[in-house]
């Protein structure tokens, strides 16, 4: 395990969060209940004590969780949460839509990708994906970065036998472990669990988190518009402790590691392994939506470029504010 880990550290190309959090904010003279869409995935480990935290600020923390990002968006703008964790794509794909209602706040983490091979399957090289069964999530966050980096390799995206598998992630361990496919591309835990219980591998050679297009942002927490400027106390409440919790967390690998496996449920074994991929705090910019939203547009994910029109519906101040002045 080790030796497969250690190739992991490929993860110091992310830029690690430097920022101090600042001081607490006052709680409101008057608690407020607030929706919170998110996702067991162990880049979101601070929604283990967000709420014990937002509770000091007159914060009542509702959670609701989502199998998937799109869900959660579609439930950010039909007005049923207050704020959610989605995609790094979902943002693009709510304006393509023409919802305007909508503000992005910030990202959440990051990690190297690499395609999960079964074991005794070749993949030494991009060349050694033609013909092979590659499970995907059509439309994921993954699929994103998948699909980018084949386009800056020069790789056909015909060349294999993509399979798309709904649901969970462990639905592609599954395929994975019963040889119905060679190669999965997921997310963690589940890149981690073939490796660890013997029947898959990292191709180390084929890393798909880094496009220039893409980049290796896991996901973005986003609010509506009408509550980021009618209610804007609220959100920077909840920022400033999502952010602290955040800062806590990447200061300690074992305190990742088991709110990691407290959200997920999984093994803390595994957690420990699996969270040492993942590079918690923003690891994206505005320059890189902009690209994101160029290179959804030119897949022919989304129907309009909206790449111009980020700018407008992207405030980082939320952030900027809650940090050491």
């Known amino acids: 395990m080790r030796k497969w880990f250690s190739g992991l550290a490929f993860a110091a190309f992310l830029p690690v969060a430097a920022y101090a959090v600042g001081p607490q ?9 607030v929706t919170f869409g998110y996702q067991k995935v162990g ?7 967000l709420g014990d935290e937002l509770k000091k600020l007159g914060i009542n923390l509702k959670l609701v969780e989502f199998v998937r990002y799109a869900d959660a968006r579609t439930a950010l703008l039909a007005g049923s949460l ?21 503000t992005g706040l910030m990202g ?5 990708k690499y395609v999960i091979g ?14 092979k069964k590659i499970a995907i999530a059509p439309g994921s966050a993954v699929w994103f970065q998948f699909a980018a980096t084949l386009i800056e390799k020069g790789v056909p995206y015909n060349s294999f036998q993509a399979v798309n598998i709904q649901g969970g992630g462990a639905n592609f361990n599954q395929a994975l472990q019963k040889g119905e496919i060679d190669a999965i591309v997921t997310w963690e835990p589940f890149e981690s669990i073939p490796v660890m219980e ?6 180390k050679n084929l890393e798909y988190g880094s496009s220039k297009a893409v980049g290796p942002e896991l996901g973005f927490v986003m609010t509506t518009k009408d509550m980021a400027e009618k209610k804007r106390p609220v959100v920077e409440r909840i920022v400033w402790a999502y ?4 800062e806590e967390l990447a200061a300690s690998p074992q305190k990742f590691a088991e709110a990691y496996s407290k959200l997920t ?18 690891v994206v910019s505005p320059e890189q939506i902009k690209a994101q939203a160029k290179a959804f547009a030119d897949l022919g994910v989304i129907q309009k470029d909206v790449s111009g029109d980020i700018a407008k519906y992207w405030d980082g101040s939320f952030v900027a504010n809650a940090l050491k002045k």
């Open 25 to 33: 904010p006052v709680p409101l003279s008057t608690p407020v209940e």
């Open 43 to 49: 880049h979101l480990a601070p929604i283990v004590t």
């Open 82 to 102: 207050d704020i959610a964790t989605v995609g790094p794509a979902d943002l693009a794909i709510a304006l393509s839509q023409g919802s305007t209602n909508v």
């Open 108 to 112: 959440v983490g990051g990690s190297p």
């Open 118 to 131: 079964r074991k005794g399957v070749k993949l030494e090289s991009w060349d050694d994906i033609k013909g």
């Open 198 to 203: 013997g029947y898959g591998f990292f191709a």
């Open 243 to 246: 952010l602290k919790i955040q």
């Open 265 to 282: 449920g999984l093994d803390p074994k595994v957690s420990a392994e699996a969270s040492k991929a993942i590079t918690l705090g923003a």
